[in-house]
T-cell receptor, first 111, second 115 residues
């Protein structure tokens, strides 16, 4: 059983459309991160959310941490081909130096 | 300098070869990581070094041997690999300012092909 389940697994959309990616768990976390990995590159940290109910915006990307701190969402407005990549949520392990990744969402945005 | 560099970018090796992957960061981070990533999957943790000491080995086969010569460098020595070891190998670093966040900075990876 995966600690962090992401949905959908794969999303293929046209430029200009909106989309939402979800990261769900039955566990409570002190913080949660979102990374984006473009083809052939390493993951890049987009945001860290810490407070339940917190909303953070990064240009066309809106991140929300659930009130109970068990889940998070990433909403992209007016998607562009440059948004194409693998989106990963991740949480820090409580008592080790590990980072636990979600199952991932592959996004393809066509011109 | 806010990046993690990895060399080489691509590596093709035979099953009897010995090769090394290198990773470098100059952000003063005290934790460094090796991950293995198969196509369309999240990264899988292999090793963690904290303050230049190996703190986590995720039951990785001994044909993979990590080394941390100093706080800026991380190597992964490869010997007698199998074709199923072909993958993208990612290095990452973290400031280790407490385990609350563990925000990691990744290198671009080494694409390894084992023939």
């Amino acid at each position: 059983t995966q600690l962090l389940e992401q949905s959908p697994q794969f999303l293929s959309i046209q430029e200009g459309e909106n989309l939402t990616v979800y990261c769900n768990s039955s566990s409570v976390f002190s913080s949660l991160q979102w990374y984006r990995q473009e083809p052939g590159e390493g993951p890049v940290l987009l945001v860290t959310v810490v407070t339940g109910g917190e909303v953070k915006k990064l240009k066309r990307l809106t991140f929300q941490f659930g009130d109970a701190r068990k889940d998070s969402s990433l909403h992209i407005t007016a998607a562009q081909p440059g948004d194409t990549g693998l989106y990963l949520c991740a949480v820090a392990s409580y008592n080790t130096d590990k980072l636990i990744f979600g199952t991932g969402t592959r996004l393809q945005v066509f011109p | 300098d806010t990046e993690v560099t990895q060399t080489p970018k691509h590596l093709v090796m035979g099953m009897t070869n010995k090769k090394s992957l290198k990773c470098e960061q100059h952000m003063g981070h005290r934790a460094m990581y090796w991950y293995k990533q198969k196509a369309k999957k999240p990264p899988e943790l292999m090793f963690v070094y904290s303050y230049e000491k190996l703190s986590i080995n995720e039951s990785v086969p001994s044909r993979f041997s990590p080394e941390c010569p100093n706080s800026s460098l991380l190597n992964l020595h490869l010997h007698a690999l199998q074709p199923e070891d072909s993958a993208l190998y990612l290095c990452a670093s973290s400031p280790l300012t407490g385990r609350l966040y563990n925000e990691q900075f990744f290198g671009p990876g080494t694409r390894l092909t084992v023939l």
